[in-house]
């Protein structure tokens, strides 16, 4: 399995409207249920304190989490571009072991 991490800061005040913006395109693509070959979910997650959100998600193979990211990632960065403080940080890993 592997994980993208991607983390970005975010402008001040936007955090929460970045979070309902985020809940909104997952809730829109439930709804499409497309499904994306070897994606196995993914954790949105904010920080207040430092001002910043964080995303993970899991894919089976690495080609499966490359061919999302040529494609999917750099178009929803785009798209939440105005969220950024500045770029968002994105490297992937290969899960060793898991409990």
């Known amino acids: 399995m592997y994980v993208r991490v991607a983390i970005a800061e975010i402008k001040p005040g ?9 809940i909104r395109n997952f809730e829109a693509g439930v709804a499409l ?25 899991r894919w089976t193979t690495q080609a499966d989490e490359l061919a ?4 999917n990632v750099q178009q929803q960065s785009a798209t939440l571009a105005n969220y950024f403080a500045g770029r968002p940080a994105i490297e992937v890993f290969e ?3 898991e409990v």
């Open 95 to 97: 899960v060793r072991f």
């Open 14 to 22: 936007m955090l929460d409207e970045l979070s309902e913006e985020m």
């Open 33 to 57: 249920a497309t499904p994306i070959p070897g994606f196995l979910g993914h954790q949105f997650m904010i920080s207040h304190e430092s001002n910043k959100m964080a995303i993970i998600s």
């Open 68 to 71: 999302n990211r040529q494609g």
